[in-house]
């Protein structure tokens, strides 16, 4: 197991440093480049030419990149030109509200779309099946931003049941330990403060599982059907094992190991690509300020961002291998 979690903390090493080269030529080939995006309208050749000069923009490409990357390992991320806050500060910041919100999600795909894709495999053919495949190709082609403002427009403008925007109503003041809204509420006692996080949750994550789901309820529902065919199972089965040994030791536990991974890709996914969805709802995460640090040509933001979201999305993938170990013993012998 600790081989295993070395190997990928290494492996972590390249994918940033091509991660870098990549956002180091993207970063110099965008429009306008930092200078105009500090400058705004303020914009001349002679002022370009001095914030140049100032951020060394004017040196040969590869001393750039060298100051970049010594930047990067010293954990200097730059300063927001939106809010002139150091980068890593805003991160910290809002990163809390998209892990809870992101968490939500994913909780949800996996609460539904494992049962529903267990048993639309169980009853291959039937009512549920068809419902099941039906909706979800459906599904999967809603775009989020529409099923957002969908799911917005009934529940919170025509019904009035849940709240549209932000993480808390105003009125209510709760005291932030881990800046997981829920977490503090439960923590503190303020359990007003768990509960409106709680309504102001529903809309935002019932929309970004809306994917996530989908996409487990199939897989599950292909992977249990592979697996009733094999001949562990029949045997199994012929020996006069309990339906309820067979589907839990034999089946399900088998036909979870690509399921695992799907979910640990897709709650990498819901942390890099809330962007969308935290921007309809207001949601106060990191998704939303990339989406503002796009509109303001925050490079600082989108670089410094970038780059601790995929070391947060390796992060998850070596979390589902060590959950393949657990398992499947048989990983941890190969």
């Not at 169980?122 to 459906?138: E, H, K, Q």
């Not at 925007?165 to 809204?181: D, F, K, S, W």
Request: with cysteine; hydrophobic share 50%.
């Amino acid at each position: 197991m600790l081989r295993l979690v070395i190997r990928r903390l290494l492996q972590l090493i390249p994918t940033l440093l091509g991660l870098s080269v990549l956002l180091f030529l993207w970063l110099n080939r965008l429009p306008g480049g930092p200078a105009s995006a500090i400058l705004g309208e303020r914009a001349t050749e002679e002022k370009k030419a001095a914030i140049n000069k100032l951020l060394g923009l004017d040196q040969p490409v590869y001393v750039q990149y060298w100051r970049f990357l010594k930047r990067m390992v010293q954990g200097d991320l730059g300063t927001s030109i939106q809010t002139g806050q150091p980068v890593w500060d805003e991160f910290t910041l809002r990163f809390p509200a998209t892990v809870e919100l992101s968490l939500m999600a994913i909780l949800i795909a996996i609460v539904v779309g494992i049962p529903l894709g267990y048993l639309a495999a169980r009853r291959r053919g039937g009512w549920l099946d068809i419902t099941a495949v039906s909706v979800s190709l459906v599904g999967i082609c809603i775009p989020v931003f529409f099923l957002a403002l969908i799911l917005k427009g009934i529940f919170a403008v025509k019904l009035g049941l849940l709240p549209s925007y932000g993480r808390l109503e105003t009125g209510i003041n709760a005291t932030e330990v881990t800046g997981l809204a829920m977490l503090d509420g439960l923590l503190t006692g303020e359990f007003d403060a768990t509960w409106d996080a709680f309504r102001h949750l529903i809309l935002p994550s019932v929309t970004l599982a809306s994917i996530p789901l989908v996409v487990i309820v199939r897989m599950t529902r292909a992977s249990v059907l592979e697996v009733l065919g094999e001949d562990y199972v029949r045997t199994a089965e012929s020996k006069g094992l309990e339906a309820r040994v067979v589907r839990g030791r034999h089946v399900l536990r088998n036909a979870l190991l690509p399921v695992v991974t799907a979910v640990g890709l897709l709650t990498g996914a819901l942390l890099s690509g809330a962007v969308l969805t935290e921007s309809v709802f207001s949601f106060e995460g990191i998704g939303k300020f990339l989406y503002d640090a796009i509109g303001g040509r925050d490079y600082p933001v989108l670089v410094g961002f970038i780059m601790l979201i995929t070391i947060v999305f390796v992060l998850i993938n070596l979390l589902v291998d060590l959950a393949y170990s657990i398992i499947d013993p048989r990983v941890r012998v190969n």
